[in-house]
């Protein structure tokens, strides 16, 4: 994926490093994940469509994308790598632009924590911070 060293280093960054990102650069990196697993899930698609024919391997063939790269971005995002199993009954359609969203704005977070991020996660009072979570390292 051509955003993961980026992604990498906007979730060490430490929080007074730089200010978070506003909405426009944050959409236009979400854009560019949502189209960096689209992109390839539809080749892979057409590829074993036209190897096999139209079936369930052609369409589980445009899943695997898409559910690799919602388990790999979904403990950055405050969900569960098992949410990837969304995928196979279609609201990994709708879930995976909001897990690309949250990266996107990594080191904050403008949701809330998951129970078991809390005790690891810092709410920012600074005026340019307020309102923002702010997690140190890397979710596992």
Do not use: C, N
Not at 106 to 134: F, I, T
């Amino acid at each position: 994926m051509l955003l993961a060293p980026i992604l990498r280093v906007m979730a060490l960054d430490p929080p007074s490093s730089r200010s978070p990102l506003d909405r426009v650069p944050r959409m236009l990196i979400t854009a560019l994940l949502v189209l960096g697993v689209a992109v390839p899930a539809l080749m892979i698609r057409e590829l074993i469509e036209a190897r096999t024919g139209d079936g369930p391997l052609a369409d589980l063939g445009f899943i695997a994308v898409p559910a690799a790269a919602t388990a790999w971005l979904a403990p950055r995002a405050s969900y569960r790598r098992r949410d990837a199993l969304l995928w196979l009954i279609g609201p990994g359609l709708y879930i995976f632009p909001i897990i690309a969203w949250r990266p996107a704005f990594l080191p904050y977070r403008d949701w809330k924590p998951r129970p078991d991020e809390a005790s690891r996660v810092r709410w920012l009072r600074g005026p340019q911070h307020a309102g923002l979570w702010y997690l140190p390292g890397e979710a596992d």
